[in-house]
């Protein structure tokens, strides 16, 4: 089974708009309007419940918006696990037209205390099943101490789990220091680590290897239109993506990370393939709207991986 954690997570609302009608200060009658539960651990659990995959999400849920997300994720029929936090769970917004140009509102949310997110970590490690991955994911609420992912992480593997981690900065970093298995940042998210600028696949490659040394065992840099790159310290495979129109591009690297995780037992070329078809698939879809199984099949065969990429490669997508 796989368990995901999300320490911040959120309603998110998706507004269609007509393309080029968006400015500052004007009002504008959208096409269409979703409501998602989203986080990044949230949209994982939800993309492998989906598609008949055994997961669990652990997340905090507070207020009036709290009882909403649960509502939404009860709808899908996922495993959740919530624990009740006294501040509002936070309210995201997204603006995207027929174009697929993506404008993004995400709130900071609301504190939690050290006692939240200690009980947060244990619920996902105390469960009766067995893990086989714990995943924890997205941004942290304020003042919550950087080291929350590290600290899931640990807790992980004191369970025998294997851990993934996917967020930024310094709770990033201290993710690898703990020993986290995979992580997946972007191209933007690679390069604030490393603290360069990064414009060529070999590039990127290095820069991974670097994060690698930090403590991490593999690395997943996602490249959007340009697929992504697994690196670890032996191998280095390059998966393109297939070509697809964007409706919204919002939780594409959640599929993605779930569709790697899905076919991980396969080999890392297969769930690479894997991921490439489930991240494809997301970006058709409108809001943060998981893709099920028609949405995926159509992509499978497409994206094609190489053990020798062009180094040269210029890196545009992120």
């Given at each position: 089974?796989?368990?995901t954690i999300?320490?911040?997570?959120?309603l998110?609302?998706?507004?269609e708009?007509?393309?080029?009608?968006?400015?500052?200060?004007?009002?504008?009658?959208?096409?269409?309007?979703?409501?998602?539960?989203?986080?990044?651990?949230v949209?994982v659990?939800?993309?492998?419940?989906?598609?008949g995959?055994?997961?669990?999400?652990?997340?905090t849920?507070g207020?009036?918006?709290?009882?909403?997300?649960?509502d939404?994720?009860?709808?899908e029929?996922?495993?959740?696990?919530?624990?009740l936090?006294?501040?509002a769970?936070?309210?995201?917004?997204?603006?995207?037209?027929?174009?697929?140009?993506?404008?993004?509102?995400?709130?900071?949310g609301?504190?939690?205390?050290?006692?939240?997110?200690?009980?947060?970590?244990a619920?996902?490690i105390?469960?009766?099943?067995?893990?086989?991955w714990l995943?924890?994911?997205g941004?942290?609420?304020?003042?919550?101490?950087?080291?929350?992912?590290?600290?899931?992480v640990?807790?992980?593997?004191?369970?025998?789990?294997?851990?993934?981690?996917?967020?930024?900065?310094?709770?990033?970093?201290?993710?690898?220091?703990?020993?986290v298995?995979?992580i997946?940042?972007?191209?933007?998210?690679?390069?604030?680590?490393?603290?360069?600028?990064l414009?060529?696949l070999?590039?990127?490659?290095?820069?991974?290897?670097?994060?690698?040394?930090?403590g991490?065992?593999?690395?997943?840099?996602?490249m959007?239109?340009?697929?992504?790159?697994?690196?670890?310290?032996?191998?280095?495979?390059?998966?393109?993506?297939p070509?697809v129109k964007p409706r919204?591009?919002?939780?594409?690297?959640?599929?993605?990370?779930?569709g790697?995780?899905?076919k991980?037992d396969?080999?890392?070329?297969?769930?690479?393939?894997e991921?490439?078809a489930?991240?494809?698939?997301?970006?058709?879809?409108?809001?943060?709207?998981?893709?099920?199984?028609?949405?995926i099949?159509?992509?499978?065969?497409?994206?094609?991986?190489?053990l020798?990429?062009?180094?040269?490669?210029?890196?545009v997508g992120?």
């Open positions: 089974m796989i368990v999300t320490p911040n997570p959120s998110d609302y998706t507004y708009l007509p393309a080029g009608k968006f400015s500052l200060g004007g009002v504008i009658r959208p096409l269409a309007t979703r409501c998602d539960a989203g986080g990044k651990g949209n659990a939800r993309a492998l419940s989906l598609n995959f055994r997961s669990r999400a652990v997340l849920l207020q009036t918006e709290g009882q909403h997300i649960l939404l994720l009860m709808l029929d996922l495993d959740t696990r919530p624990l936090v006294k501040g769970s936070r309210v995201n917004v997204t603006l995207v037209d027929i174009d697929g140009n993506t404008t993004k509102i995400n709130s900071l609301s504190p939690i205390s050290p006692g939240e997110c200690r009980g947060l970590v619920l996902a105390t469960a009766t099943d067995e893990v086989d995943v924890t994911c941004s942290l609420p304020p003042a919550v101490d950087k080291g929350f992912h590290a600290m899931a640990e807790g992980g593997k004191s369970i025998g789990a294997k851990t993934a981690v996917d967020c930024t900065g310094e709770p990033l970093v201290l993710a690898c220091k703990a020993g298995d995979l997946k940042p972007n191209v933007h998210e690679l390069r604030d680590i490393v603290k360069r600028e414009t060529t070999g590039e990127i490659i290095e820069a991974a290897k670097e994060v690698i040394e930090i991490c065992k593999a690395v997943i840099v996602s959007g239109s340009q697929g992504a790159v697994y690196v670890s310290a032996t191998d280095v495979l390059y998966a393109t993506a070509k919204s591009t919002s939780g594409a690297g959640d599929s993605s990370l779930a790697f995780l899905s991980i396969a080999g890392v070329e297969a769930a690479l393939l991921s490439m489930w991240g494809a698939a997301a970006v058709g879809l409108p809001g943060s709207q998981m893709p099920v199984e028609a949405d099949a159509p992509l499978r065969g497409i994206s094609k991986v190489t020798e990429p062009d180094l040269s490669l210029v890196v992120d």
